[in-house]
């Protein structure tokens, strides 16, 4: 079937059709590393992840580029609050970022650029700007003419002179009018810096994307895509950028995600509701906040709460239980049975089901409910007298199918005596130290792997759960 997918630029939905058959050129905007990423950054993350593990599962060889922004303002001020330079802040948290998606079950990026390894690229597109008339230099600084590109405002779908009745200039300002944005920025005293035909400065917040697109992806790219807070001025400025330097249309598809929200109140560092991703799946189950997330369509907002979060784990658990079954029944069946037709006939019209569902705009709402169906649909199968491994192969495996493209495993995680042995003693020296939280994660952690701890007068000794 047909994927059709919804384009901000068009508001509608279309038909899609890459620039080369059989090929996707994916950008994604990534974070800009001076923290560890919040909900916020692991939507996009996970749902461009999904998105993209469903045209791989369509067949589709997608090249997907993600970058990092490891120098801005906000790297420049941690630098100065740690004490620290900015690569090592950088580095530091590119590392925190990769260990969190892979937790979250997200693949990496074919090419993960960074801003300070592509400088040399980023000023060249600059200076092309100033030669073909869109960009000019003013003290130091590089501004963008946005009068200059007549096709500015119609990614967000604003008239430019209603972005200019909101705009102002400050006293003192360079900018030739209140809509340019600036390109490069003049270094100031003690910040990094590189040097440049305008001096000794730093690219602005939008070039970089448009740079290492191109650079990475070519002129015209597929699908770009991030969260909907990057649609103006971000993706607004990167089309003025690109196309004004290709003379080309930049991408063919532009991919929003809606906002989160944290019991019901916009997420804030100022309403004290900022959650941090590394601090969440200390506690939970990373798969369960990547099925939380999933478990609504992309483009609306979702509202995150304690309570939700459980709710969801008891869902995902009745989804590991069924599939648990069908692995337990497994060893015990034939394929004497004479109705293997039929359930394999419902099994395949649910594969259909969940690619109907993904097909219209990835929504994995949508297909989740299909794993739902498809669990109740192997219960009903398994309470039968006769069973066959045919069958519960066939299930298995479309299980194992969807459960992949939304990128979580419905598989138990297996763990040795000798692991289990390591967390006991990691337990008993928490419960020495009076460190009973750790000392009750370390327990509820085996717990939820189906080993269980006795204390005795003689040791804590565990066993595996019926």
């Known amino acids: 079937m047909t994927i059709y997918l919804y384009n901000t630029l068009s508001r509608q939905k279309e038909k899609f059709v890459p620039l080369e058959e059989g090929k996707v050129k994916m950008y994604v905007c990534g974070p800009t590393v001076y923290n560890y990423i919040h909900i916020g950054n692991a939507r996009p993350a996970i749902v461009y992840d999904t998105i993209r593990k469903y045209l791989e599962y369509k067949g589709y060889d997608v090249h997907f580029v993600s970058n990092f922004t490891d120098v801005d303002d906000k790297l420049i001020k941690a630098a100065n609050t740690l004490g620290e330079d900015v690569p090592a802040i950088a580095e530091r948290f590119i590392k925190a970022y990769f260990d969190d998606v892979e937790a979250l079950g997200c693949k990496k990026a074919n090419v993960h650029p960074r801003v300070t390894e592509n400088m040399d690229n980023i000023i060249d597109f600059i200076q092309a ?36 009745s909101g705009a102002r200039i400050k006293v003192g300002d360079k900018k030739e009018d209140a809509l340019d944005f600036v390109l490069w920025k003049a270094a100031k005293e003690g910040e990094i810096s590189w040097e440049s035909p305008w001096g000794e ?35 607004e400025n990167e089309i003025a950028q690109s196309e004004a330097m290709t003379g080309k249309q930049f991408a063919n598809y532009w991919l929003h995600n809606g906002y989160i929200n944290i019991d019901n109140e916009k997420m804030s560092k100022s309403l004290g509701n900022f959650i941090l991703v590394h601090d969440i799946i200390k506690e939970h189950d990373p798969q369960i906040l ?95 007298k006769h069973t066959s491994t045919e069958v519960i192969d066939h299930m298995i495996r479309l299980f194992d199918e969807q459960s992949n493209v939304l990128g979580f495993s419905l598989k138990e995680n297996e763990i040795v005596d000798e692991e289990i042995e390591k967390l006991i003693q990691k337990r008993i020296e928490a419960r ?20 269980i701890l006795e204390d005795t007068p003689q040791g804590t000794r565990w066993k595996r759960g019926d």
């Open 129 to 164: 700007l100033v030669d073909k008339g869109y960009a000019y230099e003013a003290n130091g600084d590089v501004y963008y003419k946005t009068r200059s590109f007549d096709g500015y405002g119609k990614l967000s779908h604003q008239s430019i002179d209603e972005l200019r």
């Open 432 to 451: 020495k130290n009076r460190d009973f939280q750790t000392s009750d994660e370390i327990r509820d952690h085996l717990k939820e792997l189906n080993i």
């Open 201 to 235: 400065g730093r690219p602005g917040w939008h070039i970089e994307c448009s740079a290492m697109a191109r650079k990475y992806l070519g002129d015209t790219i597929d699908i770009h895509a991030g969260g909907q807070d990057l649609t103006f001025p971000h993706h």
């Open 290 to 384: 990547r099925f939380f997330m999933l478990s609504v369509h992309y483009r609306h907002p979702i509202n995150y709460s304690l309570d939700l979060l459980e709710s969801t784990k008891n869902a995902f658990v009745r989804l590991k239980t069924s599939y648990a079954n069908l692995q337990h029944r497994k060893n015990s069946s034939t394929n004497l049975t004479s109705d293997n037709e039929h359930w394999i006939e419902i099994a395949n019209q649910l594969r259909a089901e969940f690619e109907e569902a993904m097909d219209d705009d990835f929504n994995t709402a949508n297909a989740i409910s299909v794993l739902f169906e498809l669990a109740k649909q192997a219960n009903l199968y398994l309470n039968e």
